[in-house]
């Protein structure tokens, strides 16, 4: 069973950083791009990020760019998500996703971790 | 970036109709689209994928056609568990979202 969990939201002033985490599981970690994706309270949802499978490309939103950075430990089966500088405009819930080889859908998600930017 | 429009924002329907939501990109995506269903609290769903794909374990009641630039997702029969936000995406480039469409019952 995939599963993909995240951790390391939480409540931050804004200017100050925050390294978000997701520990995936049930499938071959390393074979596959890796997205987060965020929805702010009440609004849809916002692609953020993604890294292909050994982390030699990435992409991010333009709202993020060269603030967040994201990387992944294959070894740990694990995808991280640096944030610095962070705007109120970053409170969202975050959500770790699985993509795919190539083109893909997002076919699993995680429940989410919350990262609430206020003063 | 390729922008993706809903319509409508938000339907209200009954049991056993049949609901169609179409979704427009900006620039041509060939079949690079799929359907997110969301239910309030909950995580997003897979429904359809490349278009017209059923994701497995998906009710055959959950259909989507088109390609190029518009697309439809439909429910042929709408039911009580179907109440939920639905997505269109984009993975053609970098991924984008529609708005979203509130399904509700009347």
């Known amino acids: 069973e995939v599963q993909l969990v995240e951790s390391g939201g939480g409540l931050v002033q804004p200017g100050r950083s925050l390294r978000l985490s997701c520990a995936a599981s049930?499938?071959?970690?390393?074979?596959?791009?890796m997205h987060w994706v965020r929805q702010a309270p009440g609004k849809g949802l916002e692609w953020v990020s993604h890294?292909?499978?050994?982390?030699?490309?990435?992409g991010y939103v333009a709202s993020v760019k060269g603030r967040f950075t994201i990387s992944r430990d294959n070894a740990k089966n694990s995808l991280y998500l640096q944030m610095n500088s962070l705007r109120p405009e970053d409170t969202a819930l975050y959500y770790c996703?699985?993509?795919?080889?190539?083109?893909?859908?997002?076919?699993?998600w995680g429940q989410g971790t919350q990262v609430t930017v206020s003063s | 970036d390729i922008q993706m429009t809903q319509s409508p924002s938000s339907l209200s329907a009954s049991v056993g109709d049949r609901v169609t939501i179409t979704c427009q990109a900006s620039?041509?995506?060939?079949?690079?689209l799929s359907w997110y269903q969301q239910k309030p609290g909950k995580a997003p769903k897979l429904l359809i994928y490349?278009?017209?794909n059923l994701e497995k374990g998906v009710p055959s009641r959950f259909s989507g056609s088109g390609s190029g630039t518009d697309f439809s997702f439909t429910i042929s029969s709408l039911q009580p568990e179907d109440i939920a936000t639905y997505y269109c995406?984009?993975?053609?480039?970098?991924?984008?979202f529609g708005p979203g469409t509130k399904v509700e019952i009347k």
């Open positions: 996703v699985k993509g795919g080889q190539q083109l893909a859908p997002f076919d699993y």
């Open positions: 049930g499938f071959t970690f390393d074979d596959y791009a």
């Open positions: 890294i292909t499978w050994n982390g030699g490309s990435t």
């Open positions: 620039q041509d995506i060939d079949n690079y």
């Open positions: 490349d278009a017209s």
């Open positions: 995406q984009q993975y053609d480039n970098l991924p984008t």
